[in-house]
C-alpha cells in the first residue's frame, strides 16, 4: 500500500508564491511518473502538472504554464509544485498522485494513488 501526504497549503494573496510537496511511501517511487491535480469547488479535478519516472520530463496544464514548476526527489521520495504568479482562480484542494504504468498522464482514471488534499487559497 501507497501512501501519499501533501503539505505545503496556505492562504496567499495574488502574486504570491506556495511551494507544496508530497511525499511517498514505499520503495518504487523512482518507477512512478507523478502528478498533481487539483478541484475548485463544484468543478470537477483537473490536471494540473506530471513529472515522468523515466526521465524527469514535465507536462503542464495550459493554465498554468509558465507559473508552475513540477520537480521530484527520489532520494527523498517526494515530488514539488513550485507556485508563483498565483492568482485567485488557482484556489482549490491540491492533490499529488501516482501515475499507473498505463495509460495517460492526464486523465485521473489513470493514477492509481492519491493524497488527502492540501488546500490553496488565493485572495485578490
Known amino acids: 500500500q501507497v501512501q501519499l501526504v501533501e503539505s505545503g497549503g496556505g492562504l496567499v494573496q495574488a502574486g504570491g508564491s506556495l511551494r507544496l510537496s508530497c511525499v511517498a511511501s514505499g520503495r518504487t517511487f523512482s518507477r512512478y511518473t507523478m502528478g498533481w491535480f487539483r478541484q475548485a469547488p463544484e468543478k470537477e479535478r483537473e490536471f494540473v502538472a506530471a513529472v515522468a519516472w523515466y526521465d524527469d520530463s514535465t507536462y503542464y496544464a495550459d493554465s498554468v504554464k509558465g507559473r508552475f514548476t513540477i520537480s521530484r526527489d527520489n532520494a527523498k521520495n517526494t515530488v514539488f509544485l513550485q507556485m508563483n504568479s498565483l492568482k485567485p482562480e488557482d484556489t482549490a484542494v491540491y492533490y499529488c498522485?501516482?501515475?499507473?504504468?498505463?495509460?495517460?498522464?492526464?486523465?485521473?482514471?489513470?493514477?492509481?494513488?492519491w493524497g488527502q488534499g492540501t488546500q490553496v487559497t488565493v485572495s485578490s
Open positions: 498522485a501516482r501515475k499507473s504504468p498505463a495509460g495517460n498522464y492526464l486523465y485521473t482514471k489513470d493514477y492509481d494513488y
